[in-house]
Structures are given as structure tokens and as C-alpha cells.
């Protein structure tokens, strides 16, 4: 008998720990995924729900990539965090991929609020969309401007990418096959911001890059035109959970404040303060939002 209690005592707590949902905090959380750009947008919302809400705002940066902080939202370990509408279309959302901005964000903002309970909010102005970036000395060297052009050379070139590039949908497969890229082996990957110490160590010859970074011009690099335009639109938009939409109605005042406030410049120039002049992204933020009269 008392091995039965046990048992059906042991059965219960575990039942009652996997419908455990994870501890309600009791003020907002923002994420952001781990690079420069990623902590800049979170900090951005952070101090932009703070000023219109009186709320204290919890940071929990550096969560990895898309999968991982979408897995976070999903599960309320975090309330918002920017994505970008193609990553979200094709990454997260597994959709194939579309070349209409208007259509792109139409379907992502349906499908999570049916599949998560997620909304989509106004984008914030800028796209980031992936970038094929070469050295300034070779472009000019090899009248290079296009990825069309640039496919003669590829077998002679050793390709840099991010962890997710390479597998994505939207990424490197794809990308290969738009304009039969073949490469110098297999690509070399490593986290994001590595790829521009090891293009400019020659350590590898193409990176694929965010259109929005500021290493880009301060290097003197190039960013190659996808003429083909294989890539999908990348608009930043943040991601809310309704749930804490409607605890904290505050959010979704700040994150109207912030739609269309960004231009790709602003962010290269956030970018680059971060990463080039060593920055701390919190003082960044602070000076945009005055400039902006936020």
C-alpha cells in the first residue's frame, strides 16, 4: 500500500512540474540575440519602456540566435525581443521565401498570433538584410560590384559565415544555388563577430554579413548587390507576447513611439559606436532617443 502512495505521489510531481509554466516576473523582460546590433535594439525598447511606464526592465541579452530566443518568447522566459521579418518568415515560421515586404510581414504577423499568441509590431524603419561582403582592395582590383559577377571568382575564395547562415533556408543552399557559388572547401564558420577580423586577415575572402554593420565602410569593405535578388525582405520588427501586452499596456505605447524611428544609417552609426569605438550601447541608446526626442 504505501509503495502505491509513493508512487502515485511521485507520478503527480512530475506531472506537476512538466505543466509548470515558467515564474511570472513581475516587470517586463526584453531579450536579444548575440550580436551588437541584437543589444543596441534591446536596450532600445528597454529604455524606451522605462521612460513611458516607470516600469524597471529586465535584460536578458546574448540568448544565441533566432531559434533561441523565439523558444524563450514562446515559453514567456522573455516578453519582446526585434527579429527580422525574412528570418522570422523562413527560419522560425518555416514559410518558403517571399520577396514582398508588404506580403512577408502580413503572413508573420498572422501566424503568430494564431500559433503563439505573438504579436508583430509596426516595423521599426531599417532592413538588415544579409550582405556579401568583400575586401575594398579586391572589388576594385576585380571591377566588382554584383554577386553576379563575383561567381567567376568564388572557386579561388575560402567563404566566412555565421552558424545559422549556413544552414538556413534563406541562407547559404539557396544563395549557392541563385548564382552558382563554388567556393575554395567547405565554408568556415564562427561566430558573427569574427567575421570581419578574419576577412581583413585574409583568412577568408567573402563573409556573409548584416547590411546594417558598421565595419563594413569603417574597414573600407564591400557589400556586393544581390542583382539577382535572391534575399528576402529583412525588416526589424519587435515581437511581443500578447499576454504581456495586456498586463503591461505600456509596451505597446513605447513600441508605437518607436515604429519608423530607424534608418539603416542610424544603425550602422549605432553599430559602429559599439563596435568600433568600444561604446557602451546603453549611453548609444541614450543619445539616439535624445536625437530622436524620444
Known amino acids: 500500500m504505501m509503495r502505491k502512495v509513493a508512487v502515485a505521489c511521485a507520478i503527480v510531481l512530475c506531472l506537476s512540474l512538466l505543466?509548470?509554466?515558467?515564474?511570472?516576473?513581475?516587470?517586463?523582460?526584453?531579450?536579444?540575440?548575440?550580436?551588437?546590433?541584437?543589444?543596441?535594439?534591446?536596450?532600445?525598447l528597454a529604455q524606451e519602456i522605462e521612460a513611458r511606464s516607470?516600469?524597471?526592465?529586465?535584460?536578458?541579452?546574448?540568448?544565441?540566435?533566432?531559434?533561441?530566443?523565439?523558444?524563450?518568447?514562446?515559453?514567456?522566459?522573455?516578453?519582446?525581443?526585434v527579429e527580422y521579418t525574412g528570418t522570422a518568415l523562413t527560419a522560425i515560421?518555416?514559410?518558403p521565401v517571399d520577396r514582398n515586404p508588404e506580403a512577408v510581414l502580413n503572413t508573420v504577423r498572422r501566424l503568430y498570433a494564431t500559433r503563439y499568441?505573438?504579436?508583430?509590431?509596426?516595423?521599426?524603419?531599417f532592413e538588415n538584410t544579409f550582405a556579401m561582403v568583400i575586401r575594398g582592395d579586391d572589388?576594385?582590383?576585380?571591377?566588382?560590384?554584383?554577386?553576379?559577377?563575383?561567381?567567376?571568382?568564388?572557386?579561388?575564395?575560402?567563404?566566412?559565415?555565421?552558424?545559422?547562415?549556413e544552414q538556413r533556408p534563406d541562407g547559404l543552399p539557396g544563395l549557392s544555388a541563385a548564382y552558382n557559388l563554388h567556393f575554395d572547401g567547405p565554408p568556415r564558420t564562427m561566430d558573427l563577430g569574427l567575421l570581419y577580423r578574419a576577412l581583413n586577415a585574409h583568412q577568408v575572402d567573402m563573409i556573409a554579413a548584416n547590411s546594417t554593420d558598421g565595419p563594413i565602410q569603417a574597414f573600407g569593405l564591400v557589400a556586393l548587390q544581390d542583382d539577382r535578388h535572391y534575399f528576402p525582405p529583412y525588416d526589424a520588427v519587435p515581437l511581443v507576447r500578447d499576454d504581456a501586452?495586456?498586463?503591461?499596456?505600456?509596451?505597446?505605447?513605447?513600441l508605437h513611439?518607436?515604429?519608423?524611428?530607424?534608418?539603416?544609417?542610424?544603425?550602422?552609426?549605432?553599430?559602429?559606436?559599439?563596435?568600433?569605438?568600444?561604446?557602451?550601447?546603453?549611453?548609444?541608446?541614450?543619445?539616439?532617443?535624445?536625437?530622436?526626442?524620444?
Open 257 to 294: 513611439a518607436l515604429s519608423g524611428k530607424i534608418t539603416a544609417d542610424d544603425m550602422r552609426a549605432m553599430n559602429e559606436a559599439v563596435d568600433g569605438q568600444h561604446r557602451d550601447p546603453a549611453e548609444v541608446v541614450r543619445e539616439f532617443r535624445m536625437r530622436k526626442g524620444l
Open 19 to 44: 505543466s509548470c509554466s515558467p515564474p511570472r516576473s513581475d516587470h517586463p523582460v526584453i531579450g536579444a540575440k548575440n550580436f551588437t546590433e541584437q543589444v543596441i535594439l534591446g536596450e532600445l
Open 245 to 254: 501586452l495586456r498586463r503591461w499596456p505600456q509596451i505597446g505605447t513605447a
Open 93 to 95: 515560421l518555416k514559410q
Open 117 to 125: 499568441g505573438i504579436t508583430v509590431a509596426e516595423p521599426l524603419g
Open 54 to 81: 516607470g516600469l524597471k526592465v529586465e535584460r536578458r541579452f546574448y540568448l544565441a540566435g533566432s531559434y533561441i530566443c523565439n523558444q524563450a518568447l514562446v515559453a514567456g522566459r522573455i516578453d519582446a525581443y
Open 139 to 165: 572589388a576594385r582590383r576585380l571591377h566588382l560590384t554584383t554577386l553576379s559577377q563575383a561567381a567567376q571568382y568564388a572557386p579561388q575564395w575560402r567563404l566566412g559565415v555565421g552558424y545559422e547562415f
